[in-house]
Protein backbone atom coordinates (compact mmCIF):
# COMPACT_ATOMS: atom_id res chain seq x y z
CA UNK A 1 0.00 0.00 0.00
CA UNK A 2 1.37 3.34 -0.99
CA UNK A 3 -0.24 5.60 1.54
CA UNK A 4 1.53 6.52 4.56
CA UNK A 5 -1.05 6.65 6.79
CA UNK A 6 -4.86 4.99 6.39
CA UNK A 7 -7.47 3.82 8.59
CA UNK A 8 -9.03 0.26 8.43
CA UNK A 9 -12.83 -0.94 10.43
CA UNK A 10 -12.03 -4.30 11.99
CA UNK A 11 -15.34 -5.08 14.40
CA UNK A 12 -16.75 -1.97 15.12
CA UNK A 13 -12.44 -0.88 15.87
CA UNK A 14 -11.39 1.86 13.63
CA UNK A 15 -7.57 1.19 13.28
CA UNK A 16 -5.68 3.97 12.14
CA UNK A 17 -2.63 2.70 10.53
CA UNK A 18 1.12 5.17 10.72
CA UNK A 19 2.69 3.33 7.66
CA UNK A 20 6.18 4.93 6.41
CA UNK A 21 7.89 2.11 8.21
CA UNK A 22 11.32 3.23 5.90
CA UNK A 23 11.62 6.50 7.94
CA UNK A 24 10.72 5.03 11.32
CA UNK A 25 7.03 6.60 10.66
CA UNK A 26 8.36 10.19 11.06
CA UNK A 27 5.66 12.48 10.90
CA UNK A 28 5.98 14.60 7.38
CA UNK A 29 3.28 16.28 5.98
CA UNK A 30 1.07 13.35 5.06
CA UNK A 31 1.04 11.72 8.28
CA UNK A 32 0.89 14.85 10.50
CA UNK A 33 -1.81 16.36 8.86
CA UNK A 34 -3.67 13.44 7.37
CA UNK A 35 -4.52 11.59 11.00
CA UNK A 36 -6.79 14.54 11.86
CA UNK A 37 -8.58 13.47 8.83
CA UNK A 38 -9.33 10.11 8.90
CA UNK A 39 -9.88 10.34 12.86
CA UNK A 40 -12.29 12.64 12.03
CA UNK A 41 -14.06 10.42 10.10
CA UNK A 42 -13.80 7.32 12.13
CA UNK A 43 -15.39 9.33 14.89
CA UNK A 44 -18.47 10.40 12.77
CA UNK A 45 -19.10 6.25 11.53
CA UNK A 46 -21.58 4.87 13.20
CA UNK A 47 -20.06 1.62 12.95
CA UNK A 48 -17.27 2.30 14.73
CA UNK A 49 -16.76 2.05 18.79
CA UNK A 50 -13.29 2.19 19.70
CA UNK A 51 -10.57 4.42 17.74
CA UNK A 52 -6.92 2.25 17.55
CA UNK A 53 -3.68 4.49 16.31
CA UNK A 54 -0.72 2.22 15.89
CA UNK A 55 1.88 1.80 13.26
CA UNK A 56 3.47 -0.61 10.68
CA UNK A 57 7.43 -1.52 11.05
CA UNK A 58 9.07 -1.90 14.34
CA UNK A 59 8.94 2.08 15.36
CA UNK A 60 5.86 3.94 16.22
CA UNK A 61 6.98 7.19 15.29
CA UNK A 62 10.48 8.71 15.84
CA UNK A 63 8.66 12.25 15.69
CA UNK A 64 8.66 15.05 13.70
CA UNK A 65 10.67 14.40 9.93
CA UNK A 66 12.79 17.56 9.98
CA UNK A 67 12.67 18.99 6.98
CA UNK A 68 8.56 19.15 8.00
CA UNK A 69 10.10 21.29 10.37
CA UNK A 70 12.19 23.19 8.15
CA UNK A 71 9.92 23.55 5.63
CA UNK A 72 7.13 24.46 7.48
CA UNK A 73 8.65 27.12 9.85
CA UNK A 74 11.31 28.06 6.82
CA UNK A 75 14.62 28.09 8.88
CA UNK A 76 17.47 29.01 7.58
CA UNK A 77 20.45 30.85 8.50
CA UNK A 78 18.77 34.30 8.88
CA UNK A 79 16.23 33.57 11.65
CA UNK A 80 15.34 37.31 12.06
CA UNK A 81 11.04 37.78 11.40
CA UNK A 82 9.22 40.30 11.72
CA UNK A 83 5.58 41.00 13.41
CA UNK A 84 3.52 39.41 10.35
CA UNK A 85 6.24 36.64 10.08
CA UNK A 86 5.26 35.92 13.51
CA UNK A 87 1.73 36.10 13.38
CA UNK A 88 1.89 33.51 10.34
CA UNK A 89 4.59 31.28 12.93
CA UNK A 90 1.31 31.10 15.37
CA UNK A 91 -1.14 30.32 12.44
CA UNK A 92 1.46 27.50 11.64
CA UNK A 93 1.96 26.09 15.28
CA UNK A 94 -1.92 26.42 15.54
CA UNK A 95 -2.48 23.94 12.72
CA UNK A 96 0.41 21.33 14.13
CA UNK A 97 -1.62 21.39 17.45
CA UNK A 98 -5.10 21.11 15.90
CA UNK A 99 -4.14 17.64 14.78
CA UNK A 100 -3.85 16.45 17.68
CA UNK A 101 -6.18 18.06 19.31
CA UNK A 102 -8.76 16.35 17.09
CA UNK A 103 -7.32 12.83 18.75
CA UNK A 104 -8.15 14.56 22.16
CA UNK A 105 -11.68 15.60 21.53
CA UNK A 106 -13.03 12.55 19.94
CA UNK A 107 -16.73 11.23 21.34
CA UNK A 108 -15.31 7.66 21.17
CA UNK A 109 -12.55 6.20 23.46
CA UNK A 110 -8.74 5.94 22.10
CA UNK A 111 -5.95 4.03 22.22
CA UNK A 112 -2.33 4.06 21.22
CA UNK A 113 -0.51 0.70 20.44
CA UNK A 114 3.31 2.08 21.00
CA UNK A 115 6.29 -0.18 19.93
CA UNK A 116 9.74 0.94 19.14
CA UNK A 117 10.68 4.46 19.45
CA UNK A 118 7.72 7.47 20.20
CA UNK A 119 9.87 10.59 20.20
CA UNK A 120 8.99 14.29 20.48
CA UNK A 121 6.04 15.26 18.53
CA UNK A 122 4.86 11.03 18.48
CA UNK A 123 4.89 11.12 22.87
CA UNK A 124 2.64 14.67 22.01
CA UNK A 125 0.00 12.49 20.26
CA UNK A 126 -0.16 9.65 22.13
CA UNK A 127 -0.63 11.78 24.59
CA UNK A 128 -3.76 13.23 23.61
CA UNK A 129 -5.28 9.25 23.12
CA UNK A 130 -7.37 8.02 26.24
CA UNK A 131 -5.18 4.70 26.72
CA UNK A 132 -1.46 3.72 25.68
CA UNK A 133 -0.35 0.16 25.71
CA UNK A 134 3.61 -0.31 24.71
CA UNK A 135 5.94 -3.01 24.07
CA UNK A 136 8.09 -3.04 27.02
CA UNK A 137 11.17 -1.83 25.16
CA UNK A 138 9.13 1.13 23.91
CA UNK A 139 11.43 4.17 23.71
CA UNK A 140 9.15 7.71 25.08
CA UNK A 141 10.69 11.01 25.35
CA UNK A 142 9.36 14.75 25.00
CA UNK A 143 12.97 15.41 23.29
CA UNK A 144 12.04 19.09 22.24
CA UNK A 145 13.96 20.48 24.37
CA UNK A 146 16.82 18.78 22.92
CA UNK A 147 16.16 20.12 19.51
CA UNK A 148 15.91 23.89 20.91
CA UNK A 149 11.78 23.91 21.17
CA UNK A 150 9.23 24.23 23.97
CA UNK A 151 7.24 21.44 23.33
CA UNK A 152 4.15 22.80 22.14
CA UNK A 153 1.36 20.52 20.49
CA UNK A 154 0.22 18.75 23.69
CA UNK A 155 2.34 17.13 25.63
CA UNK A 156 2.90 19.67 28.91
CA UNK A 157 -1.05 20.48 28.55
CA UNK A 158 -2.01 16.76 28.80
CA UNK A 159 0.45 14.94 30.58
CA UNK A 160 0.19 16.48 33.88
CA UNK A 161 -3.47 14.74 33.63
CA UNK A 162 -1.91 11.73 33.34
CA UNK A 163 1.83 11.60 35.81
CA UNK A 164 2.88 13.45 38.32
CA UNK A 165 4.26 16.98 37.91
CA UNK A 166 7.64 16.00 39.30
CA UNK A 167 8.03 13.09 36.78
CA UNK A 168 6.22 15.42 34.21
CA UNK A 169 9.03 18.36 34.64
CA UNK A 170 12.26 16.02 34.89
CA UNK A 171 10.92 14.36 31.70
CA UNK A 172 10.51 17.54 29.69
CA UNK A 173 13.95 19.75 31.40
CA UNK A 174 15.89 16.83 30.61
CA UNK A 175 14.17 15.87 27.60
CA UNK A 176 15.85 11.89 28.26
CA UNK A 177 14.57 8.83 26.96
CA UNK A 178 12.24 6.21 28.90
CA UNK A 179 11.01 2.63 28.38
CA UNK A 180 8.03 1.56 28.42
CA UNK A 181 8.31 -0.28 31.25
CA UNK A 182 9.48 2.83 33.52
CA UNK A 183 6.50 4.20 31.26
CA UNK A 184 3.83 2.09 32.94
CA UNK A 185 5.33 2.76 36.30
CA UNK A 186 4.63 6.47 36.38
CA UNK A 187 1.40 5.76 34.53
CA UNK A 188 2.15 7.40 31.24
CA UNK A 189 1.19 2.99 29.58
CA UNK A 190 -1.91 1.17 31.13
CA UNK A 191 0.24 -2.18 30.17
CA UNK A 192 2.88 -3.77 28.25
CA UNK A 193 4.22 -6.41 25.73
CA UNK A 194 7.01 -8.35 25.04
CA UNK A 195 6.39 -8.43 21.21
CA UNK A 196 5.00 -6.16 18.49
CA UNK A 197 2.71 -9.01 17.49
CA UNK A 198 1.43 -9.15 21.36
CA UNK A 199 0.77 -5.53 21.51
CA UNK A 200 -1.26 -5.40 18.65
CA UNK A 201 -3.76 -8.31 19.68
CA UNK A 202 -3.56 -6.69 23.43
CA UNK A 203 -4.97 -3.49 21.73
CA UNK A 204 -7.34 -5.31 19.59
CA UNK A 205 -8.91 -7.38 22.81
CA UNK A 206 -9.11 -4.37 25.10
CA UNK A 207 -10.57 -2.45 22.03
CA UNK A 208 -13.28 -5.24 21.23
CA UNK A 209 -13.79 -5.62 25.00
CA UNK A 210 -14.56 -1.36 25.36
CA UNK A 211 -16.98 -1.65 22.19
CA UNK A 212 -18.94 -4.71 23.39
CA UNK A 213 -20.37 -1.83 25.79
CA UNK A 214 -23.12 0.52 24.49
CA UNK A 215 -21.27 3.33 22.55
CA UNK A 216 -24.22 6.00 24.32
CA UNK A 217 -22.73 5.49 27.17
CA UNK A 218 -19.35 5.22 26.23
CA UNK A 219 -19.45 8.59 24.58
CA UNK A 220 -21.12 9.40 27.55
CA UNK A 221 -18.73 8.32 30.01
CA UNK A 222 -15.41 9.85 27.74
CA UNK A 223 -17.58 13.21 27.67
CA UNK A 224 -18.22 13.50 31.68
CA UNK A 225 -14.43 12.61 32.01
CA UNK A 226 -12.78 15.02 29.73
CA UNK A 227 -15.16 17.47 30.99
CA UNK A 228 -14.92 16.57 34.49
CA UNK A 229 -11.03 17.08 34.03
CA UNK A 230 -11.58 21.07 33.94
CA UNK A 231 -14.85 21.14 36.71
CA UNK A 232 -15.24 20.63 40.53
CA UNK A 233 -16.31 17.25 41.74
CA UNK A 234 -20.09 19.46 42.40
CA UNK A 235 -20.39 20.70 39.03
CA UNK A 236 -19.51 17.62 37.34
CA UNK A 237 -21.94 15.96 39.39
CA UNK A 238 -24.28 18.37 38.29
CA UNK A 239 -23.01 17.11 34.26
CA UNK A 240 -23.32 13.47 34.94
CA UNK A 241 -27.09 13.89 36.60
CA UNK A 242 -28.09 15.87 33.21
CA UNK A 243 -26.79 13.39 31.17
CA UNK A 244 -29.07 10.37 32.85
CA UNK A 245 -31.35 12.41 33.05
CA UNK A 246 -31.42 12.95 29.19
CA UNK A 247 -29.87 9.26 28.32
CA UNK A 248 -31.11 6.90 31.00
CA UNK A 249 -34.43 5.62 30.03
CA UNK A 250 -32.52 3.91 26.60
CA UNK A 251 -32.89 1.18 24.59
CA UNK A 252 -29.32 0.05 25.69
CA UNK A 253 -30.19 0.42 28.97
CA UNK A 254 -32.94 -2.07 28.78
CA UNK A 255 -31.02 -4.52 26.86
CA UNK A 256 -28.81 -4.46 29.25
CA UNK A 257 -30.88 -5.30 31.92
CA UNK A 258 -32.66 -8.22 30.15
CA UNK A 259 -29.37 -9.54 29.09
CA UNK A 260 -28.48 -9.43 32.63
CA UNK A 261 -31.41 -11.37 34.11
CA UNK A 262 -31.59 -13.56 31.08
CA UNK A 263 -27.74 -14.67 32.12
CA UNK A 264 -26.61 -13.48 28.19
CA UNK A 265 -24.48 -11.14 26.29
CA UNK A 266 -26.06 -7.55 25.60
CA UNK A 267 -26.48 -6.33 22.03
CA UNK A 268 -26.37 -2.69 22.48
CA UNK A 269 -27.27 -0.49 19.51
CA UNK A 270 -26.70 2.77 21.07
CA UNK A 271 -30.17 4.06 21.22
Known amino acids: MDKKIFSEIKDNIGIVWLNRPEKKNALNDELWFGLPE ?12 VILIAAKGDTFSAGIDINLLVEAFA ?56 IRLSTKDAQFSIGESKLGLVADVGALQRMPK ?25 GFVNHTFDT ?24 GTKMILDKGEELTSDQSLDLVRMWSTSFLSSEDLKEGIFARMEKRDPKFKGQ
Do not use: W
Not at 38 to 49: A, G, S, T, Y
Not at 196 to 215: D, R
Open 196 to 219: HEELINGAMELANEIASNSPLVMR
Open 75 to 130: LNEDLKTNAKERIEIMEITKKFQDAFTTVAKTQKPTIAAIQGFSIGGATNLVASCD
Open 162 to 186: IISKGLLRELAYTGKTFDGEYAKEI
Open 38 to 49: LIKELDENDEVR
